[in-house]
């Protein structure tokens, strides 16, 4: 019914940038809040940043200052964008987002599929 397809991951340089995009689509009625996720190896899957209907975020103190989470309401797309990276930073991203399919259903959890993030030293 809903997909999230991730977008922009791929090899950088410490120091360097990226800019992550999430596009949904699907049977859409109404997005809550969007947000970023990552996964390192052999970690749990943590919160980086979330971005809410009314532009409110919230970001995991690891990426303060370095990351910025944005969104277009209308493109149904929530962006990443990503500085001064750390081979700590080194993570499969995923994307998330409340979606409500239809009018009054509830709001329902979906993820991307992960797009890889890889920081070299």
């Known amino acids: 019914q809903v997909q999230l397809v991730e977008s922009g991951g791929g090899l950088v340089q410490a120091g360097g940038s990226l800019r992550l995009s999430c596009a949904a689509s699907?049977?859409?009625?109404?997005?809550?809040?969007m947000g970023w996720y990552r996964q390192a190896p052999g970690k749990q899957r943590e919160l980086v940043a979330v971005?809410?209907?009314?532009?409110?975020?919230n970001y995991a103190d690891s990426v303060k200052g370095r990351f910025t989470i944005s969104r277009d309401n209308a493109k149904n797309t929530v962006y990443l964008q990503m500085n001064s990276l750390t081979p700590e930073d080194t993570a499969v991203y995923y994307c998330?987002?409340?979606?409500?399919?239809?009018?009054?259903?509830?709001?329902?959890?979906?993820w991307g599929k992960g797009t890889l993030v890889t920081v070299a030293s």
């Open positions: 699907g049977s859409i009625f109404s997005i809550n809040a």
């Open positions: 971005i809410r209907s009314g532009a409110s975020t």
């Open positions: 998330n987002a409340e979606v409500a399919t239809r009018v009054w259903s509830k709001y329902m959890d979906y």
